[in-house]
């Protein structure tokens, strides 16, 4: 009756449930809903960070492989990056130190993110502040954003490989639209 043990009558459910509030299912937290902003349901928010794991174990190679795609569909871009702008060609891309230096802070702040997901105001106003920083770069259009969505999609299936399931082709869509509009509305509009 008044037994905190004893909030379900089926034992089995509570037997069920780990310390997070998961069930071992993966049914997400049973005690916290989603916040609305966030466009994932509790199960593919759950199947999104068991899957970001394995870009974790691989972080700089994704960011590596994200950048030099980038650059094989817009060669364009390249001339906003004045430490590697002169590498020209796939290999001399995936051997350059200062490229796989930015790409591992970028992807740091996508594993901050996606580590982020339960506090949705701090993942935006997170967000919002790269964008911001990216209108001192000279040349930079809000479009480039939206660059690299395609980008990142093409890395994260090269490095997830069989474990990229159609599933989790439509998570990662949903999430790195979601992260790259927020980082294009701080980069055009001030939030503070």
């Known amino acids: ?15 069920n449930q780990s310390k997070t509030g998961e069930n071992k299912n993966g049914e997400g937290a049973v005690n916290k809903p989603l916040d609305p902003r966030l466009p994932l349901n509790v199960r593919q928010k759950f199947n999104l960070s068991k899957s970001w794991k394995g870009i974790a174990r691989e972080m700089d190679m994704t960011g590596v492989l994200m950048f030099v795609k980038l650059f094989e569909d817009n060669a364009e871009l390249l001339k906003l990056f004045t430490s590697f702008q002169e590498l020209k060609t796939k290999q001399s891309q995936m051997e350059s130190m200062e490229l796989q230096e930015h790409a591992s802070k970028v992807m740091g702040n996508l594993d901050e993110m996606i580590s982020s997901l339960d506090n949705m105001d701090y993942f935006i106003t997170h967000l919002h502040s790269v964008g911001k920083l990216h209108r001192k770069l000279p040349d930079f259009k809000k479009e480039y954003f939206f660059k690299m969505e395609k980008a990142f999609l093409e890395a994260v299936k090269e490095v997830l490989q069989d474990r990229y399931t159609e599933n989790m082709e439509n998570i990662y869509n949903i999430i790195i639209k979601l992260i790259l509009q927020t980082v294009a509305e701080g980069y055009e509009n001030d939030y503070d």
């Open 1 to 15: 009756m008044g037994c905190p043990l004893s909030k379900s009558g089926n034992d089995s459910d509570n037997q």
